[in-house]
């Protein structure tokens, strides 16, 4: 899902992460865990910012959401400019303090480093996960790459020619390189794992149809 107000992403994302772990203790049974999956949630610095946020990511800390990955887009940007004027805490000793596993320094613009940090996090079972990464925001655009003229205002026809210069991108509008395509196309995957949950709801059906119902 995607939210609007600033800290209900996090919040709706504990709401979703409490409720995996509900069902699964309602519904799952030995051999057939039908209910097990992580959620995922992206964070900006509005939205640490926001009062909700404290009381969600608290909250999670205490009921150990071990299946809840949080990823923060620290690029230190706000729609008014810096936000090192009003925001200085200290994010990864925050969260730790609420008890969640934090991984500090990830580059956000490196896949490799975020595929480590994800599998980092997916080890840790007893705790939620944060996922600290630093980001350019604007990134590859020369002249507004790190300032807050775009946050949330479009380049314009002259900076998108530029950053697609300084990015080296040779290719059309809306034209995806296939190679690049094939990176995130997740309809084979997300078809196979459709599939076979089917198939394990339809033997738990089988063995609980009282549950099943």
Known sequence: ???G????????????????????AQFNRPGH??????TYAFMGDGCMMEGISHEVCSLAGTLKLGKLTAFYDDNGISIDGHVDGW?????????EAYGWHVVRNVDGHNPDAIKAAIEEARKVTDKPS????????????PNKAGTHDVHGAALGAAEVAATREALGWKYAAFEIPQDIYAQ???????QAKEAAWNDKFAAYAKAFPELAA
Do not use: Y
Not at 33 to 38: A, C, F, K, L, Q
């Open 184 to 190: 995130w196309d997740a309809k084979e995957a997300g």
């Open 33 to 38: 865990d039908i209910v097990d999956h992580h």
């Open 130 to 141: 944060l996922l600290m990464c630093k980001t350019v925001i604007g990134f590859g655009s």
């Open 5 to 24: 107000p600033l800290g209900q992403g996090i919040a709706n994302a504990v709401g979703f992460a409490i409720a995996e772990r509900t069902l699964a």
């Open 87 to 95: 925001f200085t805490d200290d994010t990864a000793l925050r969260f």
């Open 1 to 3: 899902t995607t939210t």
